[in-house]
């Protein structure tokens, strides 16, 4: 029998209870590894707990809090005794306007939720990275690599978290930690419906939705998950710094 891709390997992942985090959390599973969903939604949270065959952990956890992750990545220890990979996969995404048009409570939440969560994960998590030489993932976003109208403090989120995914691996290549990034476009999840929901015409920003990926339409979390099995895998056992956007090509230029 063929190994499975990440058998027996202890996986802590925030944001796991529903949409893009949910999918990761059923794909580690299937490939045969131990999945601690951390998630400020606990119900949501077990939910997607009780569909994993494996053994695993719900927790609730506020990503933006230092106590919160901290206690949350101690239980986890305490559970399993050790974490092969951190999937930093958490995050909000509105408001969805300029940036002068953007609060300061609006801008440092978002600023707390999407980039200082993966600072507080790394601060807890490090030592028993370094001692499992495991991986970091970063759930990015294509818009941190070229922008988007109207949604900056998002952008700026996401573009810190892809400066931060290179920053880390070249700090932790010493100690074999492998830090990369997914960048998803789109994909259907309950944040990008509520998003459409938050622009002006929402039928037509479906369609939009569809035409801005060249491959014609815009996909479910699966293929996300697809890749981050990939890169938290030994397949990718020499690729660290990889900021890897799973696209359907939406960044590829004008087209007709
Ligand atoms: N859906 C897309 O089109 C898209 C595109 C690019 C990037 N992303 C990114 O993918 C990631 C997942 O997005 P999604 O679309 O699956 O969103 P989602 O809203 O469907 O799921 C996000 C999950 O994160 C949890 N969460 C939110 N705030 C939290 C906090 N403070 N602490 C802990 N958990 C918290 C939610 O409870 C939820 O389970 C996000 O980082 C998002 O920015 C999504």
Not at 10 to 15: D, K, Q, S
Not at 18 to 43: F, K, S
Not at 90 to 118: C, F, M, Y
């Amino acid at each position: 029998m063929t190994e499975k891709l990440l058998q027996d390997r202890v996986i802590f992942l925030t944001g796991g209870a529903q949409g893009i985090g949910r999918e990761c959390a059923l794909a580690y599973a299937r490939e045969g590894a131990a999945v601690i969903v951390a998630d400020i939604n606990r119900t949501a949270a077990e939910q997607t707990l009780a569909e994993l065959s494996i053994p695993g952990l719900a927790i609730e956890c506020d990503v933006s809090s230092s106590a919160s992750v901290e206690a949350a990545i101690q239980l986890a220890l305490k559970t399993f005794g050790r974490i092969d990979a951190v999937h930093n996969n958490a995050g909000i995404s509105s408001p969805s306007k300029p940036l002068h048009e953007t609060s300061e409570a609006e801008w440092d939440t978002l600023q707390r939720v999407n980039l200082k969560s993966v600072y507080l994960t790394t601060r807890f998590a490090f030592e028993s990275l370094r001692a499992s030489q495991g991986c970091i993932l970063n759930t990015a976003s294509m818009v941190g690599l070229i922008g988007q109208a109207d949604h900056a403090a998002y952008v700026a989120t996401k573009g810190g978290m892809i400066s931060l995914t290179r920053a880390m691996a070249l700090d932790y290549a010493r100690y074999k930690i492998r830090v990369n990034a997914v960048c998803p476009a789109g994909v259907w999840t309950p944040l990008l419906r509520e998003w459409v929901q938050e622009q002006p015409d929402p039928q037509q920003m479906i369609q939009y939705l569809n035409d801005i990926h060249a491959l014609g339409y815009c996909p479910n979390g699966d293929v996300i998950a697809d890749a981050a099995v990939f890169l938290l895998s030994d397949m990718a056992r020499f690729i660290t710094g990889c900021i890897l956007p799973v696209s359907g090509g939406a960044e590829l230029g004008y087209r007709r």
